[in-house]
């Protein structure tokens, strides 16, 4: 059974730091696309960024320079480290894996999810 697991969310201050991990079971993701997406109270979900089996990534434009995608395939985990937070970054965030490759276009198409981790960033 596939299962992702996030962990690594909580409350920090505007300016602090997070790094979100995503441990991922029930087969290797090695030559999966691996990604994280938010989901902010009152709005729809938003893909926040992406990295395919060779270590391409991608990144939605408000998070450019502040966040990193990273994967440690030997482990099953992908990783977000989010810099510089700002109060607009709150949400709860979630791990996803595709088994297709990324783009843009498809960027919410992700087959398997995470339950989520949630991130407050204060004022």
């Known amino acids: 059974q596939v299962q992702l697991v996030e962990s690594g969310g909580g409350s920090v201050q505007a300016g602090g730091s997070l790094r979100l991990s995503c441990a991922a079971s029930?087969?290797?993701?090695?030559?999966?696309?691996m990604g994280w997406s938010r989901q902010a109270p009152g709005k729809e979900r938003e893909f926040v960024a992406a990295?395919?089996?060779?270590?391409?990534?991608y990144y939605v434009d408000s998070v450019k320079g502040r966040f990193t995608i990273s994967r440690d395939s030997a482990k099953n985990t992908v990783y977000l480290q989010m810099n510089s937070l700002k109060p607009e970054d709150t949400a709860v965030y979630y791990c996803?894996?595709?088994?297709?490759?990324?783009?843009?276009?498809?960027?919410?198409?992700?087959?398997?999810w995470g339950q989520g981790t949630q991130v407050t960033v204060s004022s």
């Open positions: 990295i395919s089996w060779s270590g391409g990534t």
């Open positions: 996803a894996a595709d088994g297709k490759p990324f783009t843009m276009a498809t960027r919410a198409d992700f087959h398997f």
């Open positions: 029930g087969r290797s993701f090695s030559t999966y696309t």
